[in-house]
T-cell receptor
Framework: DVKVTQSSRYLVKRTGEKVFLECVQD?????MFWYRQDPGLGLRLIYF???????EKGDIPEGYSVSREKKERFSLILESASTNQTSMYLC?????????????FGNGTRLTVT | GDSVTQMEGPVTLSEEAFLTINCTYT??????LFWYVQYPGEGLQLLLK?????DKGSNKGFEATYRKETTSFHLEKGSVQVSDSAVYFC???????????FGTGTRLQVTL
């Protein structure tokens, strides 16, 4: 089974802090994604990556950056955390290529910014 | 751009009741369609999918048919169980690209 592991289940950070959310997958997937989940808004794509050192902006990239130095690891960075970034963050990966390849999700990191 | 609209929740049903969660989409071309489920405290997991018109996806008693003429992918189950209580997300991806666009999710609560 594909495993997508997010390093923290819960995080509490202060406004202005730099925050790193880590995600690792063990199936050699090319594609990795970061979503945030908010009530009433569903999942919104922040950034994604189709290859090492490659990144693409999603629908809501403002206030975030990402890093993909190794194929298995995709990091989401909040340069200066703000209270409106309090949310559930979900990482996902897929092999892509084939039509209809499903995404495999981690269990999420619930971030609270105070 | 692409979008997915699904019915507002929460949906509350008694055990063994029939379930329908409506999902419609807007997309160019021929997207693949998915239903994901999120159980409490967990990430999302794929429930079922369909990759072309008139395909029926099915899993764990759930079914959904890709209807291109009505741009719909409604989720159905004949007899729900308490263990089906979760949030259900409809999603699409265009062509062979992997990026998913999600609906807002529908919470299902099944009671005894």
């Amino acid at each position: 089974d594909v495993k997508v592991t997010q390093s923290s289940r819960y995080l509490v950070k202060r406004t202005g802090e730099k925050v790193f959310l880590e995600c690792v997958q063990d199936m050699d997937h090319e594609n990795m994604f970061w979503y945030r989940q908010d009530p009433g808004l569903g999942l919104r794509l922040i950034y994604f990556s189709y290859d090492v050192k490659m990144k693409e902006k999603g629908d809501i990239p403002e206030g975030y950056s990402v890093s993909r130095e190794k194929k298995e690891r995709f990091s989401l960075i909040l340069e200066s955390a703000s209270t409106n970034q309090t949310s559930m963050y979900l990482c996902a990966s897929t092999s892509g290529g084939l039509r209809g390849s499903p995404l495999h999700f981690g269990n999420g990191t619930r971030l609270t910014v105070t | 751009g692409d979008s997915v609209t699904q019915m507002e929740g929460p949906v509350t049903l008694s055990e063994e009741a029939f379930l329908t969660i409506n999902c419609t989409y807007t997309a160019t071309g021929y997207p693949s369609l998915f239903w994901y489920v999120q159980y409490p405290g967990e990430g999302l997991q794929l429930l079922l999918k369909a990759t072309k018109a008139d395909d029926k996806g099915s899993n764990k008693g759930f079914e959904a048919t890709y209807r291109k003429e009505t741009t719909s992918f409604h989720l159905e189950k004949g007899s729900v169980q308490v263990s089906d209580s979760a949030v259900y997300f409809c999603a699409l991806t265009p062509g062979t690209a992997s990026k998913l666009t999600f609906g807002t999710g529908t919470r299902l609560q099944v009671t005894l």
